[in-house]
Nanobody, 123 residues
Framework: QVQLVESGGGLVQAGGSLRLSCAASGRTSSNYVMGWFRQAPGKEREFVAGISRSGGITYYASSVKGRFTISRDNAKNTVYLQMNSLKPEDTAVYYC????????????????WGQGTQLTVSS
């Protein structure tokens, strides 16, 4: 099993940028497809971005496409989410997730989750 720890959240102004990191330990992260999800207060957890085991396939929610970039460094067992042109509606707790199956946007297909990191975007 793999343990996931997110970092890099914080407070940023609208239009700004931030990079989240997700460090994996316990098992090699390259065994897992990885994803980023987010959950705003009072809302369901939603898919943000996903990446295949090799990093060759990436996919995004329409709300972030063109602004966010997911990447991974399997040598460092780390997944990243580069977030640009941030908007107040991006404010949420961001979660890193790992799955043993195929690439997917469905949170129920991810077996391993981090504790989350808070992103707040001020207007």
């Amino acid at each position: 099993q793999v343990q996931l720890v997110e970092s890099g959240g914080g407070l940023v102004q609208a239009g700004g940028s931030l990079r989240l990191s997700c460090a994996a330990s316990g098992r090699t992260s390259s065994n897992y497809v990885m994803g980023w999800f987010r959950q705003a207060p009072g809302k369901e957890r939603e898919f943000v971005a996903g990446i295949s085991r090799s990093g060759g396939i990436t996919y995004y929610a329409s709300s972030v496409k063109g602004r966010f970039t997911i990447s991974r460094d399997n040598a460092k067992n780390t997944v990243y989410l580069q977030m640009n042109s941030l908007k107040p509606e991006d404010t949420a707790v961001y979660y890193c997730a790992g799955g043993l199956g195929v690439t997917t946007t469905n949170r129920r297909d991810y077996q391993y989750w981090g504790q989350g990191t808070q992103l707040t975007v001020s207007s």
